[in-house]
């Protein structure tokens, strides 16, 4: 898959992860962006923060690590998002609060502006539980951009319909294998995996579908070809922003030119470094991700 315009918009949620070793920002949307500008890419992330000293720190945060801020807007009656990560065997579980700052996404002729001017749309569906937000998520991918969607199932936001309305848009899936076998549920199909990913390709008219699978590695379908890699041996410390890396590591070699199973190389070597770390967003070590490859 090709993308001529390599400029990047992220929009859902920021927030603070709050996990057993203490808090951390997170929220997919961002985590992905901040990935992408550390691999070295053109990256504006869309979200809101609260009118509160947790916002105020996430804003110092995304600004410290090189990302733009103008589209991080403050809400003045809604606080900053935070969640409660649970981890146990390398599993991670959360509670997430409502409503929120990232709740209230608004729209204006800026926002617009900057969708029109992107090549590549990254979005989730976690940001579109609530409906004013998701109004504003399904007018941004109402144009012409690349849009990928980053599937992120957290009961109890796991409304089929939405779902269905916000993939119907993707050019790009992207989930987990988890999140795959609650597809087959809720269409009540007992396929095999590479039968539901061909099923979900043709069903939502995806040009590109990718399965992740933890310490298994990933699945990747594109261009009527199946790719698979089993994953990387690592020292793993917690999952937390293993997903988001692997998606920006997949993302940054498809706009790079990358064929598809470098790209699901790169991506699963991407990913299990940022499993090695504590965090979602470890500064990276290209040369340790290169290491990774290597095995």
Not at 23 to 39: D, E, I, T, V, W
């Amino acid at each position: 898959m090709k993308i001529e315009n390599k400029k990047i918009l992220c929009i859902g949620e920021i927030l603070w992860d709050n996990l057993p070793s203490g808090r951390k920002p997170g929220g997919a949307p961002m985590n992905a962006g901040l990935h992408l500008k550390q691999l070295g890419h053109e990256v504006t992330v869309v979200s809101k923060v609260g009118n509160d000293t947790l916002g105020q720190e996430l804003l110092e945060f995304v600004d410290s690590s090189g990302l733009d801020t103008s589209y991080i807007s403050t809400d003045i009656s809604l606080p900053t998002s935070e969640v409660i990560v649970h981890l146990e065997h390398q599993t991670a579980t959360y509670e997430i609060c409502e409503p929120v700052a990232w709740d209230n996404l608004e729209m204006h002729d800026a926002l617009d502006r900057a969708a029109k001017d992107s090549g590549l749309i990254i979005y989730g569906s976690l940001a579109s539980r609530n409906p004013v937000s998701r109004e504003v998520i399904l007018h941004i991918l109402s144009g012409d951009a690349v849009k990928l969607i980053d599937v992120n199932l957290r009961k109890p936001y796991d409304n089929k319909e939405i779902l269905e309305l916000l993939m119907q848009r993707a050019d790009i899936i992207k989930m987990n294998e988890e999140e795959l076998c609650v597809f087959g549920r809720w269409y009540e199909r007992k396929e095999t995996d590479r039968e539901l990913i061909l099923w979900l390709s043709s069903f939502f008219n995806a040009r590109m579908v990718c399965v992740t699978r933890g310490e298994k590695g990933a699945i990747l379908y594109a261009e009527g070809s199946f790719y698979e890699h089993p994953g990387f041996r690592i020292y793993a410390v917690d999952p937390v922003g293993a997903g988001d890396a692997f998606l920006a590591g997949l993302v940054a070699s498809v706009l790079e030119g990358k064929n598809n199973s470098d790209a699901l190389n790169f991506a699963c070597a991407t990913g299990a470094f940022v499993a090695s770390k504590a965090g979602a967003t470890p500064k990276y070590n290209l040369a340790e991700i290169a290491s990774i490859l290597n095995q």
